[in-house]
C-alpha cells in the first residue's frame, strides 16, 4: 500500500502561482511513477503531469506545458507541482497519483493504483 497526502491548494488570481505537494509513505516510493490529475466540478477527471519513478523523465498535457513543472524527491518521498501563471480553468480538485507499471508516461487514470484524497485550487478571474 501507498499512502498519499496532498497539499498546498488554495484560492489565488489569476497570474498568481502555487505549488502543490504530495508526501507519499508506505512502499518504495521510487518503484513508482507519480502524476497529477485534476477534476472541475461536472468534468472527468483530467491528466496534468507525470514523473517517472528516478525522475528523469517527465510529460504534461498540452494545457499545462510551459506553465506547471513537476518534481519529485526520493529522499524525502515527496513530489511537487509548481503552477505558474495560473488560470480560471486551471480551478480543480488536483489529486497525486502513484502508478506502479512501466508503460511511459502513464496519462490515464487507470494506470494508477493509488490516489490522494485531493486538494482544492481555485483560481479567480
Not at 81 to 103: F, I, W
Request: aromatic share 12%.
Amino acid at each position: 500500500q501507498v499512502q498519499l497526502v496532498e497539499s498546498g491548494g488554495g484560492l489565488v488570481q489569476a497570474g498568481a502561482s502555487l505549488r502543490l505537494s504530495c508526501a507519499a509513505s508506505g512502499r518504495t516510493f521510487s518503484n513508482y511513477a507519480m502524476g497529477w490529475f485534476r477534476q472541475a466540478p461536472g468534468k472527468e477527471r483530467e491528466f496534468v503531469s507525470t514523473i517517472s519513478g528516478s525522475g528523469s523523465l517527465t510529460y504534461y498535457a498540452a494545457s499545462v506545458k510551459g506553465r506547471f513543472t513537476i518534481s519529485r524527491d526520493n529522499a524525502k518521498n515527496t513530489v511537487d507541482l509548481q503552477m505558474n501563471s495560473l488560470k480560471p480553468e486551471d480551478t480543480a480538485v488536483y489529486y497525486c497519483a502513484a502508478a506502479a507499471g512501466r508503460r511511459w508516461p502513464p496519462k490515464g487514470y487507470y494506470e494508477y493504483d493509488y490516489w490522494g484524497q485531493g486538494t482544492q485550487v481555485t483560481v479567480s478571474s
